[in-house]
């Protein structure tokens, strides 16, 4: 039955089961070869799913891989050590993702006997896991009909349906979800829900889009008016802040002091070197901040040296610029918490601790030095 959220193109069951057929032709010859493909094992399909909210499929290909190697089964996770499990994550950022998988990884094997729940609001209810992601489980692993809605299905969908309006905000998601059920074959859904995906990952493009060799133009509200660019309506560009943080590597008999992040931190849990804002213009106001913040930090009393690196680098709506700065200690002693632990690292040690992105180029860059 159609809905106030399909295109007239799409109005009938007829003309519903057209679209699908030429989609689901296009996916057998176009389908991109990826590792979670290949398999129908719920846990593997959770996973990848996990890695690529906000990770590309080129990033999360290797990174997958790893991850399964070092935890094949849910039971292998649910029993790992939360450090063993962020090093593994560590590249992949958004670190919460991390932490939530491991959470729902004790939940399933405590609760679920190790089985990832077969039904959508039972996936749901497991920490880290949103409407899209029970979906595309329940889809995938067991071709529950379960619609999806991502990046890339949601913008083939305002475009199918001729949709003009923001769809981020809660009108708009209320229409590409019903439009998604809308569609949504009775059997067969994994299959049609990855094909809708590859389709606007590949074809439907958010820029460079391609009409010409596109499936399903025919049953596009969009192409007919000639509104390819115009949809879906952009939400409003959120401004970019600059920042100006220093960290700095002090030595001590071979060894460097990191600490761990605290909760609530950036890269919670993970090892970083001392890490604060940057204030002072000018080397004597640097010094200034270096020594008082590391003691701060640390306890470390500390004689701060040249100027090792510079790295630019972005976090959500942040672009900052990182000063790494050498330094030795003189004194002090070592102020370690439970909630933010400190310590003495032997170079040999730090490729075994999960380290924050700057922090793993820091460390590989003083390794090679050594």
């Known amino acids: 039955m159609a809905t106030d959220c399909t295109a007239e193109t799409l109005a009938s069951p007829k003309e519903r089961q057209s679209f699908r057929r030429r989609l689901l032709a296009w996916f057998a010859k176009h389908k991109r070869d990826m590792p979670w493909r290949r398999?129908?094992?719920?846990?593997?399909?959770?996973?990848?799913?996990?890695?690529?909210?906000?990770?590309?499929?080129?990033?999360?290909?290797?990174?997958?891989?790893?991850?399964?190697?070092?935890?094949?089964?849910v039971h292998d996770l649910a029993a790992a050590d939360e450090q063993q499990v962020l090093r593994m994550w560590e590249g992949l950022g958004y670190y919460r993702r991390?932490?939530?998988l491991h959470a729902a990884?004790?939940?399933?094997?405590?609760?679920?006997?190790?089985q990832l729940p077969r039904d959508v609001k039972t996936l749901m209810a497991l920490p880290g896991v949103g409407r899209?992601?029970?979906g595309a489980v329940a889809s995938f692993a067991y071709d529950v009909s379960a619609p999806i809605v991502e990046t890339n299905t949601q913008r083939v969908l305002a475009r199918l349906t001729g949709y003009r309006h923001e769809v981020v905000g809660g009108a708009g998601q209320r229409h590409i979800w019903n439009a998604a059920e809308s569609l949504l074959p009775i059997t067969g859904a994994g299959e049609y829900n990855l094909a809708l995906m590859e389709l606007g990952a590949l074809v439907c493009k958010p820029s460079d889009i391609r009409c010409d060799v596109c499936p399903v133009t025919a049953h596009c509200a969009a192409f007919a008016g000639g509104l390819q660019n115009e949809i879906p309506k952009l939400a409003a560009k959120v401004k970019v802040t600059a920042?100006?943080?220093?960290?700095?590597?002090?030595?001590?008999?071979?060894?460097?002091l990191?600490?761990?992040?605290?909760?609530?931190?950036?890269?919670?849990?993970?090892?970083?070197?001392?890490?604060?804002?940057?204030?002072?213009?000018?080397?004597?106001f640097v010094r200034r901040e270096l020594v008082d913040n590391v003691r701060e930090q640390t306890g470390v009393d500390i004689e701060p040296g040249p100027l090792l690196t510079t790295i630019k680098h972005g976090v959500t709506r942040y672009r900052i610029t990182l000063e790494c700065y050498e330094a030795r200690a003189t004194g002090g002693r070592l102020k370690s918490t439970e909630e933010s632990p400190v310590r003495w690292t032997p170079l040999a040690e730090l490729g075994d601790l999960p380290l924050s992105v700057t922090a793993r180029k820091i460390a590989t860059l003083i390794s090679k030095q050594a």
């Open 39 to 73: 398999t129908r094992d719920p846990y593997q399909i959770w996973l990848s799913e996990i890695m690529l909210q906000q990770t590309t499929v080129a990033m999360a290909g290797p990174k997958f891989t790893a991850f399964v190697a070092a935890f094949p089964t």
């Open 98 to 100: 991390a932490r939530g």
């Open 243 to 256: 920042v100006r943080e220093g960290t700095v590597v002090v030595r001590k008999s071979g060894r460097v």
């Open 258 to 284: 990191l600490r761990q992040r605290a909760k609530g931190e950036r890269w919670e849990g993970m090892w970083d070197f001392p890490r604060f804002a940057l204030d002072g213009e000018g080397p004597l």
């Open 132 to 134: 899209y992601t029970a």
């Open 105 to 114: 990884a004790k939940v399933i094997v405590g609760e679920h006997d190790g």
